[in-house]
Structure formats: C-alpha cells, structure tokens
C-alpha cells in the first residue's frame, strides 16, 4: 500500500516536474510578434518594386503563366500592380489608393472598385498576397504551441479576426522563433475549412525588410490546384509619383 | 526496490507522455513523415541576396510604357442566334410564333498599340462587323424602340374618308418590305473607327490625350445620367458593352491621390464657337470617390454633375447627380377643353431639370458557387413625363406621341408630292415642334425607373450559368423580366437561351410596341391603337469561337 501512494505520488510529481518548465516558460509577446511580422514587410519612406511570375496548375489543364510588375509605396497606402504577361492582358492593371482598390478594365476604359482579396487573373493569388500585411490590427492571437518545420523551429500561432472586415475569419501562421519570418499559413472559412495554405520557402533582403521570393498556394477545395509565386528584381530604387495615379494605369493599358 | 502495479504505471506513463507533448509541441511535426511541405524548409539559408537598388525603368523591355513594335491585338465574335416571338400568347397561345428568326453574327475588333519612348503612344481601335438581313424579335430593350423601319406602315395607314389607303403601293421612297422570301444575300460589312487617340504628356505633369476614345464619365452600372459626353449610352442588358466616345482633347493634371480633368468635345458640323467644355474634379476621400463636374456646351442645356462611389462591405456602391437648365427634348402636352388639335408639341429651354441615380454592384468569385454579379440601380429621369397619360384622355403619353411622330414624320415625308401635306397633321398643330424617335426612345417617356440584374456562371465548378435581368418603368408600371441559363461546351463555344417577358398595359414604355402604332385613323384625332396583352420571346444564342487574341 505505501508502495502504491509513493508510486502515485512520484507519478504525479514527476509529471508535474517536467511541466514545470512549460508552465513556467515565459509566453512570448504575441502581438509584438504580429507587428514585427508585419513591419518586416513594410517599407516605409521607400517605394518598393518588383516582377512576380505566378504559375497557376490546374489538373487537367495547361498551366497557365501570369507575370505582373509591382510598384509599392508603403507611406501612402499605395500600390500599382500591371499585368506584364501573358501577352493579351499585358496592360490590365490594379491601382490602391487609400483604403480603395481599382481595377482599370481597357474595354470598358472603367476603373472598377475591387478589393485585396481579388484573385489575381483568376489565379489562388490574391492582391493581397503581395502587398503587405495587417495581421497584428485584424486578428488577435487565441492558441500557439511550438513547432519545426523542416530545418526551422516555430511558432505556430492560431490568429482569429477580431472584426469583420477581413478575407479570412481564422489563420494558422508558422513564425520563425529566431526571427518574425513566416514559414507557412493556413487561410480557414468561418466553419473551420480549410480554404488556402501558403508556403514562403525563400526570402530576400531587400531595404532592411524580408520579402518572400517564392510563394506556394495550395488550394484547400480543389484538389491538385496549386499556384506558383516568385519575385525578381526585387528593389527599393524611387519611384515616379506619376507611377501611383490612374492615368498611368490608363497609360500602361492597351 | 519498487514495484509498481499497472494503475500506477499507468499513471505514471501518462504524465511523462503529458509533459513531453506540452514540452515539445513540434512533437506531431518533428516526427509526421507526411507533411509535404516540411521538405521546402530544408535549407537553413532561406535569403537570397539581390540588388536592392535595381531601376525598374532601365531596361525599356521591363517597361510597360514603352514597346520596341507596334502590338496589334483583337477579338473575334461569332454567334448564331435564334428567336421566336409570341405576340399574343394569351388567346392563341404558343403553337405558332408570330415571329422566327435566326440571325448569325460575325465580327472582329482590331486594336494596335505603338509606344515609341515613354511619352508618346498612339493607339487604334476598329471594329469590323458582318450582318445579315433577319428579323429582330421585338422584345427586352430593343424591342420596344421604335425606328425608320416602323415609318414603312405609314402606307397602310394613311387612308381616306372611305377608308381607303391614300398610298396602297407603300409611301414613295419607303423601305421594301417585302419579305416573303429567306434571307441569304451577302452579308453586310461595316466597319467603323471605335478609338483612335495620342497620348502624350508635359514633363510627366500634365497629361493629354487628343482623338476619338470612350470618355470615363458617370460612375453608373445600368444607368449613367451623367455621361452626356459620350456618343452612346450603357446598355442596360450589357453593362459592360462598348461605349462609343466623341473627339475630344483630355487634360489632366493629377494631384496626391486626387485627379483634375478638362474636357473639350468636338461636336460634328460645328463652329469653333460650339466647342463643348468639360471640366471635372475626383477627389479621394478614404474609401469614397467623389466627382464634381460641369457641361458647357452653346446652345445646349449646361450641367452640373455630382458622382460619389465608395465600398460598403462587399457592395460597390454608387451615386450620380445631374442638374441641367432646359431640355433639349421636345414634349407632348394637351390642351384645354375641346381645343383643335387637341395637342401640341413645346419645347423647354428654361428651368431647372434634375436627374438622378443610385445603386450598388457586387462582383464576386465566392468559393464554393461560383461568379456571381448582383447589381441593382434605380434612376429619377427629372426629364421624364410625371404620369403615363395626358389630362382628359384615355391614351398614354406614349401612344399619343408615336401617332404625332408618324403625322409629322409623313407630312415631312410627302412634301411636294400631295398640295398640303400639313393636312396629314390633327393631333398638333403643324407648326409645333417636331418630335423625334429620341423623344419617345426606352428609358425617356417615365420618371421612374428601377432595374436589377444578377448572374451566377461556372455554378459549384461546373459549366452552367444563370442570369437574370428586370427593369419597369415605375411612372406607367410596365417593365420586362428576361431569365436565362447558359452552358459552356469550351471555352469557345457557348450557349445560351434567355426569355424575354414583357409587361404592362397597352402603350405603356415595355408592353407590346406594336400597341403604341395607331391600327386605325392615323389622320384623326382619335386615332385607334391595338389592344394586345404581353408578349413573349425565347432566344437561343450560341457563341462559336470567339475569344481574344
């Protein structure tokens, strides 16, 4: 009998031994975390630029190739995005301003309002994917636990949106724990289905900031649908004011 | 030594597998051989080194503006279109249409786009069209407007006191309308100008462009009471249409997020003097666009316009404002008592006309059903009639108005071959204005208007599309209703069949167009006007390899 209380009392402190560590941990700052992840994509004074070549694969179908130049200039809340390739819609373009997205449609010659969530020539790429993020003001943090994801550790962070006006109701995110780098996120559907995952395997230093120059959607609804993102000539040489305006998207539109 | 027995091993076991889970919470990812993704990760150097201080605009290959070749670009449009018409489906119903017709459609726009150096671009749009003869089925917007080609029953209807036709062989010069015989002669080819323009710039400050190119104008979907500047209007029933523009010079100087545009519009066979001037002023103010713009142009009504836009939630919403002095349209009214002629024509080139619109639109790719766009917009035409028919008779507006049109419009017509062809005139006096088919054209006669259009294609990832379309005229209540489906084979061919439901009362703006042309005693001042109940049509229309190239 003694035997049996010692052994159910060393079991349960034993236990409660090896959670100490990890009750005793200190919880990292997950907002500040959100808001370096967010500022390390964030340009500031200086406008940022760059080529993205989006591969989309549809199975059954050809893969269909899309390449865009982005004009960013973080200060005023701006971006161009011109379609470069293919061919036949090289011209069409998005314009921010503000809080207002426009796509200029060369037939109509009309701007239509649009927003970030737009898929990008009916790709799993979003504006948005491009253009930075606002993830510390849209969600809050509401699970975490430790992770790795191939030869990195991470944190891998529940974030719930903490108003309506957001494309995703709730996000899975894999933050570097050396650094507020993003590994991996997964886009969830109010009902908790999973919508999109993306994988930012390579980076850049660009300005003092981390942009990632290789992206992968993996659509969570179509099976095998999958698009490919990379950037190149990725820079923060100025750019003309005229560049953020509609009449240079009118310019640019054939 | 200690021994254990298997509740308190069992314990103790769990409490180590508790501790190293929440210890190790990578555990299920360290050790799960199958996340795909885990293997993209493998490098422990992620960053790639670049040039940060690259100039985008260095190499002119990169540059958008600037093209080493002129690019000529184009889409083809093939269609076959068949339809069927019920005129009175309610006592004859539907064996035999009234009417058939099968009509293909062959086209091609032709664009080239020549960019020299950054500044300078010229580019060119031409559309070539095929057509051969049909017969269109008098339904939707198209049906109810009536044209020269209705001018060709002028013979039937001029009678003489006996009741016999003036001109039983047809008015002279009338359209043949003999057409017993199929139609198979050649196509008819049109080709026409659509854009041609120069854009050029001052030092990247101030921005030009000088031709004949689409004027963005009104911010309006279905309706756009603003857009006085361009040669046509947004078709309801295909918002997203072509719009055809005037020559104009545009200058435009923008500045921070806002945008400052003048205007001057060449009118045809003009004076220096008759210039059109256009000035307007975008302003962004967070989410919302605001525009305020003025219309001068001499001897035509001056505007001033308000347009506002913004995002609410997932719907675009939209504003237009239009205040005008004077109409340029030409108005029926009626006159006291048992005067003779009991109507007359007036115009009015004074007092304030108002016009309005608002709307919303939603143009949405949501996961899981589909594209769908969902639009709404009702519009006050101030220029419009208040009410449907005229004090002390029993005919609309519109009814009224048509019979003057064919009076005046055949008194003009036989003049210098009867003595007095002001007599074919009773309903107005000869010299009142003229009206002209402008005056009664779809969206003019009512005050009122509301449409609401919607479609939902590539339905839960398949091929099938929906769309539904509806406007009324909410001063004579009279509208129509047109649903449709489509299916997609492939990409190039595409098919699509649409219902087209009129309704309203006899010589209201949507009902039966044949119920606004006089049956009987034209010459009069009771003309009689058929009395026909809603009419029904049915259009297949197959695409056949169009696309872009």
Not at chain 1, 62 to 88: E, G, H, N
Not at chain 2, 60 to 80: E, H, I, K, N, T
Request: charged share 25%; net charge negative.
């Amino acid at each position: 009998m003694f035997f049996h209380r010692t052994a159910r009392r060393a079991s349960v402190v034993l236990g409660l031994l090896f959670l100490v560590p990890v009750l005793g941990a200190d919880t990292p700052d997950f907002d500040t975390m959100l808001r370096e992840v967010d500022q390390l994509g964030q340009f500031g004074d200086r406008d940022f630029s760059g080529v993205y070549t989006i591969v989309s694969q549809v199975p059954g179908q050809d893969d269909s190739v899309t390449q865009a130049r982005l004009f960013r200039r973080d200060r005023s809340d701006q971006f161009v995005l011109i379609i470069l390739q293919p061919q036949i819609q090289r011209g069409q373009g998005y314009l921010q301003t503000g809080d207002t997205v426009y796509f200029y449609d060369p037939e109509s010659r009309r701007f239509e309002r649009t927003t970030l969530r737009d898929s990008i020539q009916g790709t799993d790429a979003q504006n948005r994917d491009l253009v930075r993020g606002n993830l510390s003001q849209d969600y809050r943090v509401t699970d975490w636990e430790l992770g790795r994801l191939g030869s990195f550790d991470t944190y891998i962070l529940d974030l719930e949106a903490t108003g309506t006006g957001v494309d995703y109701d709730r996000i899975r995110l894999w933050v570097r724990t050396d650094r507020p780098v993003v590994l991996r996120e997964e886009n969830y559907s109010v009902s908790g289905r999973l919508l999109r995952t993306l994988l930012f395997p390579r980076y850049a230093n660009v300005g003092g900031q981390a942009v990632p120059t290789q992206i992968l959607i993996v659509d969570g609804i179509n099976d095998g649908e999958r698009t490919q993102i990379t950037l190149r000539d990725p820079s923060v040489a100025p750019i003309p004011d005229g560049v953020f305006t509609r009449d240079y998207l009118e310019r640019v539109s054939r | 030594m200690i021994t254990l027995n298997a509740s308190a091993a069992k314990l103790l076991f769990i409490g180590l597998l508790l501790s190293c889970v929440l210890l190790t919470g990578a555990w299920a990812q360290d050790f799960d051989e199958d996340d795909p993704f885990a293997s993209l990760f493998e490098d422990d150097d992620m960053f790639d080194d670049v040039d940060e201080d690259f100039d985008p605009f260095a190499d002119p290959a990169d540059d958008p503006l600037v093209s080493d070749a002129v690019v000529w670009s184009g889409r083809f449009l093939g269609s076959l279109g068949a339809a069927w018409t019920w005129l009175d489906p309610w006592g004859e119903g539907v064996g035999e249409p009234d009417a058939a017709s099968l009509t293909p459609g062959v086209g091609a726009d032709l664009r080239f786009d020549a960019r020299p150096s950054r500044d300078y671009r010229v580019l060119g749009s031409f559309q070539i069209r095929a057509s051969a003869d049909g017969t269109t089925a008098p339904a939707g917007l198209d049906g109810i407007a009536l044209g020269e080609n209705d001018l060709a029953a002028l013979g039937e209807l001029l009678v003489n006191g006996d009741g016999d036709p003036l001109f039983p062989g047809g008015l002279p010069d009338a359209p043949d309308t003999d057409d017993d015989a199929p139609a198979g002669g050649s196509p008819t080819i049109e080709l026409s100008v659509f854009e041609l323009f120069a854009d050029f710039n001052w030092d990247e400050r101030v921005f030009f462009r000088f031709g004949k190119h689409t004027i963005s104008w009104g911010v309006g979907f279905l309706f756009s009471p603003a857009d006085v500047l361009n040669l046509t209007a947004i078709d309801p029933q295909n918002p997203d249409g072509d719009i055809e523009g005037p020559v104009s010079l545009r200058t435009r100087i923008p500045f921070g997020s806002n945008t400052a545009n003048l205007y001057l519009v060449v009118p045809d066979n003009a004076e220096p003097r008759d210039l059109a001037i256009a000035p307007q002023l975008l302003f962004e103010i967070g989410e919302t666009e605001l525009g305020v713009a003025g219309w001068y142009q001499r001897r035509r009504p001056p505007r001033g316009i308000l347009t506002l836009r913004r995002g609410v939630g997932a719907f675009d919403v939209f504003a237009e404002g239009v205040l005008a002095w004077g109409s340029e349209r030409t108005y029926l009214e009626a006159r006291g008592g048992d005067d003779d002629p009991p109507f007359r024509t007036v115009r009015r080139d004074d007092g304030l006309f108002p016009g309005a619109t608002i709307g919303f639109r939603r143009l949405d790719d949501i996961e899981g059903l589909g594209n769908l766009l969902f639009a709404g917009q009702y519009l006050y035409n101030g220029e419009g009639y208040a009410t449907n028919t005229l004090p002390g008779r029993d005919e609309t507006v519109l009814q009224i108005a048509t019979a003057v049109l064919f009076q005046q419009a055949a008194a003009a017509a036989l003049a210098g071959t009867v003595p007095e062809p002001d007599d074919l005139i009773s309903l107005v006096s000869p010299d009142d204005p003229t009206l002209a088919f402008s005056d009664i054209a779809p969206l003019t006669a009512g005050r009122h208007y509301a449409a609401l259009t919607t479609g939902l294609t590539d339905i839960a990832g398949s091929r099938f599309g929906v769309t539904v379309f509806g406007i009324i005229n909410m001063t004579d209540w009279s509208g129509f209703v047109s649903p449709g489906f489509s299916y997609r084979f492939t990409d190039r061919m595409n098919l699509s069949a649409t219902t087209a439901l009129n309704f309203g009362r006899p010589g209201s703006e949507f009902a039966n167009p044949a119920t606004r042309i006089p049956s009987d005693g034209l010459l009069s001042t009771n003309p009689v006007f058929p009395d026909t109940r809603p009419i029904i049509s049915v259009n297949l229309s197959l695409s056949l390899g169009g696309g872009s190239f």
